[in-house]
């Protein structure tokens, strides 16, 4: 089943108040993120990742397109119990303590008072809160305003659950935190869908991907399967120049510094290459199987690197 | 959905409350305070009407003051600060994110207006040494006072519901200048002939009669308020106000947030 389907969302916005002009946020977007799944969106900063999220959190309107969330019309109200949302920079009731905040959006989202007394605790101790619920929200750093964020929006225990660059502003401490904390959301059975530009943040959190520029869609797929287009070659590491030849011979690109030399060839030819090597006294040093990296995936699809942060 | 208004009414009065606003409480004890020694120099009779006037009309500048700033902020602090954002996607319609924001601002001003109105009769005891039946009349014009800021909280979120706010604050403002003057504009309208008419009987049915529920001088001097004045007061009020608020939702559930 389909958590999220976007048929065709595209966003322009008028931009100017005489000369008025048209701006493109998104484009001709068509996405589909599987039950289940943790989801990457990636895309540069101004890619148009926050464009979709409003679109699909009901926030702005769609010039084109539609969407369904769980089967349903995305606009349905009775879908807006069952996700969660976390926007980007979230900023909440800074005159509200955190267990007051989760009171009042439990009840918007229909979580009953019994339910709000026992899971409000439970949760704030979850996103290592335990100890500032009587705190107001002002007195928070931004680390804990997204822990306050994401438990306001897991909550309900929403069946899929959106996060808008949830990393973003951590300190590395932070950022691990809350990757296990969204791992632990996706083993309870909730579909992540976050967006990001920190890619390293999506190769270890992500079953799937998409790459959105410029308001469009540049890619998607399995990130084991993008991550190891370049499967079936070789990295052999050696020392001792007498060998270069031979494995030239097996289709090797070898690099030489000094006496150190380093070859990829295709893994059918590698058993011959160590028998170069060992036949001409070469010191092996290391084997190492070619893996793309998502950030190589990533790089090719958007077209350059400014704005890639890892 | 009663659920979920009361919810965002009372969190609108929460931070109404923690931001303050009812420290103006303080500003109207301390004008009370301030005018006792004023009091002491005025003949016995004049002292009556004199606290009245003072009182009902700082309950009517406080008010006001607070429904049309705490007003338009009601939603545009909530967009510029993005709280709005995971309000709205649960399960709660922007027309009832607006009736409990306009809910709780109203709230917050009927309990404002109480501890004035106690405020009012403890000074007033305090210099009279009793209080007569014709005091009571005077809690009809506090309460058409409470009726004015209900329909300057709805002009004030309609506004602020398609304009910036300090336009929002000079259009509600105006509306609240120009219908004091509602007796007069209709006056006019009745005088005028042709295209300044027509303009003059719009205008005069566009602004609000915030005229007919200024009654403090007429309480002051213990006037009796007649039954059907009370009634046409609250309708209109009601009627007023659920046009502006309906508005205000109907544009603000067509807005992109940015």
Same mark, same amino acid.
């Given at each position: 089943m389909l958590a999220v389907e976007i048929l065709g969302f595209s966003k322009t916005y008028t931009i100017g108040f005489w000369r008025k002009k048209q701006k493109t946020g998104l484009k001709d977007l068509h996405l589909e993120v599987p039950s289940g799944e943790i989801f990457g969106f990636l895309g540069p900063n101004g890619a148009g990742k926050t464009t979709t999220l409003k679109l699909l959190m009901g926030l702005i309107f769609p010039t084109a397109g539609t969407a369904r969330i769980l089967g349903r019309d995305?606009?349905?109200?009775?879908v807006r119990a069952r996700i969660g949302f976390l926007p980007e920079q979230p900023y909440f009731y800074?005159? +509200?303590t955190p267990t007051e905040l989760l009171n009042y959006y439990g009840a918007l989202s229909g979580v009953s008072a019994a339910d709000r007394r026992l899971r409000i605790p439970r949760l704030l101790e979850r996103v290592g809160l335990? =100890?500032?619920?009587?705190?107001?929200?002002?007195?928070?750093?931004k680390g804990m305003l997204q822990r306050v964020g994401i438990a306001q929006a897991v909550l309900h225990e929403p069946e899929i659950v959106f996060l808008d660059e949830?990393?973003? =502003? +951590?300190?590395p401490l932070g950022r691990r935190e809350v990757r296990e904390f969204i791992q632990s959301l996706n083993r309870e059975g909730k579909t992540i869908f976050f967006s990001t530009h920190i890619l390293s943040d999506a190769e270890a959190l992500c079953d799937r991907v998409a790459v959105v520029n410029r308001g469009e869609l540049r890619g998607t797929g399995l990130v084991a399967e993008l991550t190891s287009h370049a499967a079936g070659l070789v990295d052999v590491v050696w020392q001792g120049n007498e060998a270069i030849a031979a494995v030239k011979s097996l289709g090797g690109e070898c690099h030489a510094a000094g006496e150190m030399v380093r070859a990829t060839l295709p893994e059918s030819r590698l058993r011959e290459a160590l028998d170069a090597l060992r036949t001409r006294n070469a010191r092996l040093i290391s084997v190492n199987p070619v893996g793309g990296s998502l950030e190589q995936y990533f790089l090719q699809k958007v077209g350059e690197s400014a704005g890639v942060e890892r | 959905m009663i659920r979920r208004l009361k919810a965002i009414a009372a969190n609108t009065f929460r931070e109404a409350v923690r931001d303050k606003v009812l420290y103006n409480l303080v500003f109207f004890f301390l004008l009370l305070v301030a005018t006792a020694p004023l009091l002491s120099q005025i003949s016995v009779g004049v002292q009556r009407v004199f606290l009245i006037n003072l009182s009902l009309t700082a309950i009517s500048i406080f008010g006001t003051v607070i429904s049309i700033f705490v007003g338009i902020s009601l939603v545009s602090k909530e967009i510029e600060k993005k709280t709005l954002y995971p309000v709205l996607a649960r399960p709660v319609g922007r027309g009832e994110f607006i009736v409990g924001k306009y809910a709780g601002l109203a709230g917050t001003l009927t309990v404002n207006t109480a501890a004035m109105a106690l405020g009012f009769y403890v000074a007033l005891w305090l210099l009279m040494r009793t209080l007569t039946?014709?005091?009571?009349?005077i809690l009809l014009a506090i309460y058409f006072l409470l009726l004015q800021f209900f329909v300057i909280i709805g002009l004030a979120l309609l506004f602020s519901s398609f304009s910036s706010p300090l336009l929002s604050a000079i259009f509600a403002l105006a509306m609240f200048v120009a219908g004091s003057f509602a007796g007069d504009l209709r006056a006019f309208a009745h005088m005028a002939q042709g295209p300044q008419g027509w303009l003059a009987t719009a205008a005069s049915y566009v602004v609000p009669n915030l005229a007919s529920l200024n009654v403090i001088t007429n309480v002051s001097h213990d006037q009796i308020i007649a039954p059907a004045l009370v009634g046409y007061n609250t309708l209109y009020s009601v009627l007023y106000t659920v046009v502006t608020v309906s508005a205000a939702a109907l544009i603000f559930s067509r807005r992109n947030l940015k």
């Open positions: 995305w606009r349905d109200p009775s800074d005159h +509200l335990a =100890g500032q619920e009587r705190v107001q929200l002002r007195k928070f750093s949830p990393m973003s =502003g +951590l300190d | 039946g014709a005091d009571a009349n």
